[in-house]
């Protein structure tokens, strides 16, 4: 069966810290990766990933993708309150129109 | 910045009542999507519909289940006699070409059986 895992599951910090998100996968014929922001109801797309070691940015935030150990990391700098999220890893498959979701990071992060 | 739009936001209906999901997916976008999400779990793979069919459907998506582009502008799921588990957030997507790059989410449906 096709896993999606993320860790942690939640995570407290205070604001200006860093923090770092894991996702790792075992899926067949994997194509790319995906992280959305989850806030009060429709996640909203970070980054898409597919070539391994390549690092995304956008502001605070980035992402790399590791092929070779199949999981990926998101990183983010100097948090705010308005990070306060859930943050949801998801993996494209080849052949298939699906993503398949991991249960999610849910990051609060204190004034 | 486009959107797509779900109604309603949120539903309460009695078990074994039929109900319809609807959806307004970007203007230019070519394929959608429905996906689920039960609470406290993860957001699970419905069905995808391209071209006035369906591309691709997971084991949720029993008989139960139907999508319909009606007009050209909506998208909807029907349940036909809705469960107690299938009370979840309901997810709306669309995309310009099918990859996961273009998903763009509505907001959602929360539907309650009781």
């Known amino acids: 069966e096709d896993k999606v895992v993320q860790s942690p599951l939640s995570l407290v910090v205070h604001e200006g810290d860093t923090v770092t998100l894991n996702c790792s996968y075992e899926v067949t014929n994997f194509r790319s990766l995906l992280w959305y922001k989850q806030e009060k109801k429709a996640p909203t797309f970070l980054f898409m990933l597919?070539?391994?070691?390549i690092e995304k940015k956008s502001g605070r935030l980035s992402s790399i993708l590791d092929k070779k150990e199949l999981s990926s990391i998101l990183n983010i700098t100097a948090t705010q309150t308005g990070d306060s999220a859930i943050y949801l890893c998801?993996?494209?498959?080849?052949?298939?129109?699906?993503?398949?979701f991991g249960k999610g990071t849910k990051l609060t992060v204190n004034p | 910045e486009p959107e797509v739009t779900q109604t309603p936001s949120h539903q309460v209906t009695q078990m074994g009542q039929e109900v319809i999901l609807r959806c307004v997916p970007i203007s230019n976008h070519l394929y959608f999507y429905w996906y689920r999400q039960i609470l406290g779990q993860k957001v699970e793979f419905l069905v995808s519909f391209y071209n006035n069919e369906i591309s691709e459907k997971s084991e949720i998506f029993d008989d139960q289940f139907s999508v319909e582009r009606p007009d050209g502008s909506n998208f909807t799921l029907k349940i036909r006699s809705t469960k107690l588990e299938d009370s979840a957030m309901y997810f709306c997507?669309?995309?310009?070409?099918?990859w996961g790059y273009g998903y763009t989410f509505g907001s959602g449906t929360r539907l309650t059986v009781v």
């Open positions: 997507a669309s995309s310009v070409q099918g």
């Open positions: 998801a993996v494209e498959q080849g052949g298939s129109e699906k993503l398949v």
């Open positions: 597919t070539s391994s070691g």
